[in-house]
């Protein structure tokens, strides 16, 4: 699964402090920053602390330090066996494995980068909103009210959102556990004209989860009070994956159960999103672990496309496919045009889980005709001066990449203070990044909220009396533009020859007019604000290779999937989806949440429900219907754990074709006259690394051996 | 309590070291349904539902705690679904009790009432009902084919006029799908839209 989120597991927020002091987290807790293992809270039986890992079996730490690869001997089961008195034999053990391990490869992306806490200075800007004394912040203007968790205990409380300079503030109080502060958004002007747009949608008129919600989010599933239809769902094929990122909370490590549901149980759970009323899913995202893992993916998809999905998406690294091409081109013919690909950055600092075989995805995709979506998770201090060189590298690659859906990070789990206000960033403040990165060209008023969309869908709507995609997300959620790059390599973002908000104005003023009033009536009443589109459409300023003017009106006449992907094709997406954790969690979004899980048991969960209480949404339902490590081996005998896992040769990637015409040959757009003059921050080529350049059809033979 | 996050998840082992043993020698754990020759996993049979009403407002104390204590019972892996409802002051908690016919953690009806009273919260002996709960039949089954229970017209329509729009566009469905000779020819005619994803 593309990392959206960032576990932190279970630091204690006092031992991440006293840990400040020594300069790292490492030193606080077992140094593997592993997904939601609690270390730091609990001493570890084995005594072996420091040296073996927690020993808690969830957080990874044990596969660095264990040598036995077959997976019958459970990491977690030595740490039992400490902690049932051996502990000497334990600590014995683990020193032998501990001396073997050294010649095992280590594991791709497993190592949480350090973070240096001790220098936040509380009267910076980025950081004061923060150390306010509680008497100051209740003198600041409040914006609204709202129900939100306590962090710690999950008691739901009032949170107050609120102005503070720029930014908008959450906070709120828990009788137990005192005040907690988070950021909400980082410009209070963007704030106000996201909200403008913001509307309920209608919900689902079948709801499978009887309740009223009166406990939400305690008692969630598409029930009477969610408001919004699943827009993509998401479908979770296997838990296997080939990596091991750091933060990555859903992959199953060695020992823990797998869940890897059948072709026939895929096929229901489709079926049931495609059963919705009044509007049946019709985006589908096939997710892991690594969805490509799934032995029969390619079966999968193709029921997917059976149940009327006009959208599948794969949700992967892109690696398997960019070292399988032919499977990419399976994957095509069986129905998934998009593939959904996690990519932090373009530098391999910034982006150590897939920039080496980047290149040989993007270029498997392009073979197969699949379109590509880069999804960079953004991390303020580990990545985020890298946004404008992704966007600058989608352009790159625009005959492919058709979008880029930043991911501000969501901070679940429990984590020190100082380092979250550090790595906190939410949707204004990657935009206001892209701005000073881009040299201004994509600039904070270029963007939209989600539900601005909703505008053109309800004039569809009443104009065809026929329920149309409604996307009636919370405004804070999302934001999303067009770019266009133009003959002249001009790069034109929409809203610079488009009048946005006027546009929306417009179609509801049509909208209006239309109720209560007769077919024929309602069709006159099209025309007439059709008839006014292009005078908010200059065409002066819109890129010569485009007539948006008509691609606006197919969208608006014919009023499908199709028109809406012709526009897709000629342009660049560049998307912002904020998920929440429980700092900044407010009950107003879950309840508009139009991303959604469907379960096994035939539930369907929102995003921020299904992963910021994973312990009784997904992971409880997940380890309902997954299988034993050990009975998987049965039915599996050939499997191993360690097999499952990538190991990449980093110098034989970077001498190949693929790789030197991607990184070492990239044009920086924005360096160009046209767009500013001054190149885009952070952007380089990097250095071709050796004269003998292998071709890719070499590599691929080579990496196969 | 058995949470990702806590050792004992690591392994079972520890906590529920007989009933993995004891699958062992069983083919997998899952039991399955099977729905027109097609096999459905399904992890439990017949489990139970408890219901504790009349309960103390005070104990309960508001919608935020009882909401909490709702959480709290799902932490628990034996729970399935639980229910605290503050104004009407009942408790509904669906578990795998002890006995049940499947290997998954399991737990009493006076282990969850030792729960509750820990949590501050004393059930009556008298209002206490309990039954048999097909997690098939009454669970997965409502979540697979769930009910009409309102419907919601298009954006811009009245109730009444989305009716009548209703059975036009039923009509025009049926057509779609029915298509005449004249509709054909029309299809064949028409030029194809642009490839989209």
């Known amino acids: 699964m593309t990392g959206q989120s960032h576990n932190f597991g279970g630091v204690n927020e006092e031992k991440g402090l006293a840990s400040a002091e020594n300069g790292t987290l490492a030193d606080d807790a077992c140094g593997c920053g592993g997904g939601g293992c609690g270390c730091a809270d609990s001493e570890q039986e084995s005594g072996a602390k420091g040296e073996s890992g927690c020993g808690c079996g969830s957080c990874g730490c044990d596969e660095e330090k264990t040598a036995s690869p077959a997976p019958q001997t459970?990491?977690?089961?030595?740490?039992?066996q400490a902690s049932s008195g051996k502990q000497g034999n334990a600590q014995a053990q683990v020193q032998v494995q501990v001396q073997v391990k050294k010649e095992l490869p280590e594991e791709i992306n497993s190592k949480r980068p350090e973070t240096k806490m001790d220098d936040v200075n509380t009267s910076d800007p980025l950081y004061a909103p923060y150390h306010r004394t509680m008497e100051d912040m209740e003198k600041m203007p409040v914006i609204e009210k709202t129900m939100t968790v306590c962090p710690e205990c999950k008691l739901i409380i009032e949170g107050t959102i609120y102005k503070d300079g720029d930014n908008v503030m959450i906070r709120k109080f828990c009788p137990e556990h005192k005040w907690t502060v988070e950021k909400y958004w980082e410009d209070y002007d963007m704030y106000t004209k996201m909200k403008r747009y913001n509307y309920f949608g209608r919900g689902f008129d079948n709801p499978n989860y009887l309740g009223g919600g009166e406990n939400c989010p305690m008692d969630c599933g598409m029930c009477e009070r969610h408001h919004t239809h699943t827009g993509l769902a998401n479908v979770v094929v296997t838990n296997r994956c080939h990596l091991s990122c750091w933060y990555c909370f859903f992959y199953a490590k060695e020992g823990e159960p797998i869940y890897e549901p059948s072709v026939h149980e895929l096929d229901k759970i489709f079926k049931n999103l495609r059963s919705a009323k009044p509007i049946a899913a019709n985006a589908l995202q096939i997710t892991g672990g690594e969805p490509t893992m799934h032995p029969e993916i390619v079966e999968v998809i193709r029921l997917a496309k059976k149940a009327g999905f006009d959208q599948i998406q794969l949700n992967t690294t892109g690696i398997n496919l960019g070292l399988n091409p032919d499977l990419a081109v399976k994957i095509k013919q069986a129905g998934s045009g998009t593939l959904y690909m996690s990519y932090d950055g373009v530098t391999a600092r910034a982006n150590p889980k897939n920039h080496w075989e980047t290149p040989l995805a993007l270029d498997a995709c392009r073979k197969a005709k699949i379109n590509v979506v880069l999804v960079p998770t953004v991390i303020r201090t580990i990545n985020d001066h890298e946004l404008g060189s992704i966007i600058n590298f989608a352009l790159n690659n625009m005959d492919v990449v058709r979008a880029v859906n930043f991911q501000p990070v969501s901070l679940v789990g429990r984590m020190p203070s100082r380092l979250r206000e550090k790595q906190r960033i939410t949707i204004p403040g990657a935009i206001k990044l892209i701005e000073q990165q881009t040299n201004g060209v994509i600039r904070k008023e270029h963007w939209f909220s989600v539900p601005y969309v909703g505008g053109i869908n309800k004039f569809i709507e009443a104009l065809s009396g026929e329920h149309k995609y409604d996307l009636s997300i919370h405004f804070a959620c999302g934001a999303g533009t067009y770019l266009f790059l133009d003959k002249d390599n001009k790069v034109i973002p929409v809203t610079d020859f488009v009048d946005a908000a006027g546009l929306v104005e417009l179609l509801q003023k049509g909208v209006d007019e239309m109720q209560g009033k007769g077919s024929v009536q309602r069709k006159l009443i099209a025309a007439k604000t059709l008839l006014k589109i292009p005078s908010l459409i200059d065409k002066q300023k819109q890129p010569k290779s485009v007539n948006f003017e008509k691609l606006l009106m197919s969208i608006l006449l014919k009023r499908d999937f199709a028109s809406m992907g012709a526009l897709q094709m000629k342009s660049l997406f560049v998307g912002m989806m904020h998920f929440q954790d429980e700092y900044t969690y407010d009950i107003h979004r879950v309840e508009k949440c139009d991303i959604h899980y469907a379960q096994p048991d035939g539930q369907v969960l929102p995003f921020c429900t299904f992963n910021v209480f994973p312990e009784i949404y997904r992971d409880k339902i997940q380890k309902q219907y997954s299988i034993p490590a050990k009975d998987w081996l049965k039915v599996h005998p050939d499997w191993n754990y360690r097999a499952d896992k990538y190991m990449r040769n980093v110098k034989l990637l970077e001498s190949s074709e693929p790789y030197v015409r991607t990184y070492c040959k990239m044009q920086d757009y924005f360096a160009m006259p046209v767009n500013g003059g001054k190149p885009v921050a952070n952007f380089s080529n990097e250095m071709q690394k050796s004269q003998d350049v292998i071709p890719a059809e070499q590599l691929l033979a080579q990496i196969a051996k | 309590m058995d949470r990702r996050d806590t050792k004992e998840v690591a392994l079972n082992k520890q906590v529920f070291g007989p009933q993995v043993e004891a699958s062992e020698t069983q083919e997998g754990e899952m039991s399955w349904v099977e729905e027109s020759g097609k096999l459905y996993r399904m992890p439990y049979k017949m489990i139970k539902q408890v219901v504790f009403s009349e309960l103390d407002k005070n104990e309960l104390k508001?919608?935020?705690?009882?909401?909490?204590?709702?959480?709290?019972?799902?932490?628990?892996?034996?729970?399935?679904?639980?229910?605290?409802?503050?104004?009407?002051?009942?408790?509904?908690?669906?578990?795998?009790?002890?006995?049940?016919?499947?290997?998954?953690?399991?737990?009493?009806?006076?282990?969850?009432?030792?729960?509750?009273?820990?949590?501050?919260?004393?059930?009556?002996?008298d209002k206490i009902e309990e039954r048999d709960y097909d997690y098939y039949k009454e669970f997965y089954q409502y979540a697979y084919f769930p009910k009409s229970i309102r419907e919601a017209p298009p954006y811009g329509w009245t109730k009444e006029e989305w009716q009548k729009q209703k059975e036009k566009l039923?009509?025009?469905?049926?057509?779609?799908?029915?298509?005449?000779?004249?509709?054909?020819?029309?299809?064949?005619?028409?030029?194809?839209?642009?490839?989209?994803?």
């Open chain 2, 62 to 125: 508001d919608i935020p705690y009882s909401a909490r204590l709702q959480y709290r019972l799902l932490l628990m892996e034996p729970v399935l679904k639980a229910k605290v409802a503050f104004h009407k002051r009942f408790i509904r908690i669906i578990y795998n009790p002890t006995g049940a016919d499947n290997i998954k953690p399991k737990i009493s009806r006076e282990q969850l009432i030792k729960f509750l009273a820990d949590e501050g919260v004393h059930v009556r002996q």
């Open chain 2, 170 to 197: 039923a009509k025009q469905q049926y057509r779609k799908e029915h298509p005449t000779v004249l509709d054909r020819i029309r299809t064949a005619l028409k030029p194809k839209d642009h490839a989209t994803s």
């Open chain 1, 74 to 80: 459970s990491n977690a089961g030595k740490t039992i």
